[in-house]
């Protein structure tokens, strides 16, 4: 490659990654603020409008979840969430068109996971995860939608969502990429399929 020609090529790279450190930095800062920003790509329902971030209990991980409700039961659960926050459910909620419910104020802790009771390593190593990742540490995100087909995959809009929203939440609590997971990957849960997954998956490679 002539020198003009790797000279282009340098700055054509440059020219993608200035605007996507701008985005990037643009969407740090929403993910920093308090009330009820508006994130582009993302449609949030606001039941519980963020305080200072600095006030949030220190989330440590990501814990992806998935009900067996049909399309439409994000937003009864994520109502149900609102008026009692400490039940068994999750912080935030993602409905099969994509809306995100932001369900309980972030000092509180939802009463989701089973205590990280797994230590096979089926799916990854638990050395780390056992007894660790618990509800205590770990904000909840729980995706509607695999009824009646339990094994049915997160729709189009989901992952869509999922792939910002979990941007941000990084972003907001410092997580890194490796510290989200999947429902199944920390807890024995229903044999049928493996809860969260692919969303953890996904999280994880996107992070990269």
Not at 42 to 64: E, F, M
Request: hydrophobic share 40%; net charge positive.
């Amino acid at each position: 490659m002539t020198m003009s020609r790797l000279l282009a090529a340098v700055l054509a790279a440059l020219y993608l990654t200035i605007p996507a450190a701008a985005e990037d930095a643009e969407l740090e800062k929403l993910a920093r603020a308090s009330g009820t920003p508006e994130i582009p790509g993302l449609k949030i329902v606001w039941l519980a409008p963020w305080r200072d971030v600095d006030s949030a209990n220190r989330w440590r991980n990501i814990i992806v979840h998935q009900t067996e409700g049909p399309a439409g039961s994000a937003r009864g659960g994520a109502l149900a969430q609102a008026k009692n926050p400490t039940r068994r459910g999750v912080t935030v909620w993602v409905e099969t068109d994509g809306t995100v419910y932001w369900a309980a104020a972030e000092n509180l802790v939802p009463t989701h996971g089973d205590g990280a009771n797994r230590n096979d390593n089926k799916y990854i190593d638990n050395r780390s995860t056992y007894r660790q990742v618990v509800r205590d540490n770990s904000i909840g995100v729980e995706f509607a939608g695999n009824y009646r087909n339990v094994a049915a995959g997160p729709t189009e809009a989901q992952v869509a969502a999922w792939k910002i929203l979990v941007k941000v939440l990084r972003m907001r609590y410092g997580i890194p990429a490796d510290r989200v997971y999947a429902h199944n990957w920390i807890d024995y849960k229903d044999a049928r399929y493996c809860e969260g997954c692919w969303l953890a998956t996904l999280a994880r490679v996107w992070g990269e």
